[in-house]
């Protein structure tokens, strides 16, 4: 069994900023590709930024230069930094991680249980 808590949401006006985290847990052999994506009402869920297990990252378009994201593998969690935000970068934000458990050889992914972010004033 493997689990992903997500944690850092919240209300933040615009401009500020948040940072999220979320830990793997359970009976890990490895974490591979850590990720995170988010869904507002009405819209379909999108990928915000990914990053590998040697530290290569992927964002996409409407949060670079503003997110960052980055990882500890002792602690198997991911972060995600967020500046300057904005109103549309209001969602829910889920964490996902291809993750090999102690009893398998092969490669599952897991979704976290999703953090409220929402940028208002």
């Known amino acids: 069994q493997v689990q992903l808590v997500e944690s850092g949401g919240g209300l933040v006006q615009p401009g500020g900023s948040l940072r999220l985290s979320c830990a793997a847990s359970?009976?890990?052999?490895?974490?591979?590709?850590m990720g995170w994506y988010r869904q507002a009402p009405g819209k379909q869920r999108e990928l915000v930024a990914r990053?590998?297990?040697?530290?290569?990252?992927d964002y996409a378009d409407s949060v670079k230069g503003r997110f960052t994201i980055s990882r500890d593998n002792v602690k198997n969690t991911v972060y995600l930094q967020m500046s300057s935000l904005k109103p549309e970068d209001s969602a829910v934000y889920y964490c996902?991680?291809?993750?090999?458990?102690?009893?398998?050889?092969?490669?599952?992914?897991?979704w976290g249980q999703g953090t409220q972010v929402t940028v208002s004033s």
């Open positions: 359970g009976m890990i052999f490895s974490v591979n590709a």
């Open positions: 996902n991680s291809g993750v090999v458990d102690i009893f398998t050889t092969s490669e599952s992914e897991y």
């Open positions: 990053i590998t297990r040697d530290g290569s990252t």
